[in-house]
């Protein structure tokens, strides 16, 4: 059984910065193409950032591009997604997500992707 498990969400002032993980267990990630997405309360899901699997080439989200980094470690089974100078309109729920064999010009749909963590609340403040 593959889980994903979300971290290092929490409450921040807004252009405060964080780190959220994302650990893979169940099989490995190096074949995974990985992705962070948000939901916002009333807004549906969307795409934040993704890192291949084959040439860990990274897609950002318009609204997070200069402020987010997306990394793997496929030794550690992880994921990250940095984020600074947070905002308000930054707080969600924010999730990761594995897909498969996944192809690069499919990171940014969430129908890509095979597996989802349970995600991790961001709270930013102003």
């Known amino acids: 059984q593959v889980q994903l498990v979300e971290s290092g969400g929490g409450l921040v002032q807004a252009g405060g910065s964080l780190r959220l993980s994302c650990v893979a267990s169940g099989r490995t990630i190096s074949t995974l193409a990985m992705g962070w997405f948000r939901q916002a309360p009333g807004k549906e899901r969307e795409f934040v950032a993704g890192?291949?699997?084959?040439?860990?080439?990274?897609y950002y989200a318009d609204s997070v591009q200069g402020r987010g980094t997306i990394s793997r470690d496929n030794a550690k089974n992880a994921a990250y997604l940095q984020m600074t100078s947070l905002q308000p309109e930054d707080t969600a729920v924010y999730y990761c997500a594995g897909g498969v064999w996944l192809h690069n010009a499919r990171i940014r749909s969430y129908a890509g992707y095979n597996y989802w963590g349970q995600g991790t609340q961001v709270t930013v403040s102003s």
């Open positions: 890192i291949s699997w084959s040439d860990s080439s990274t």
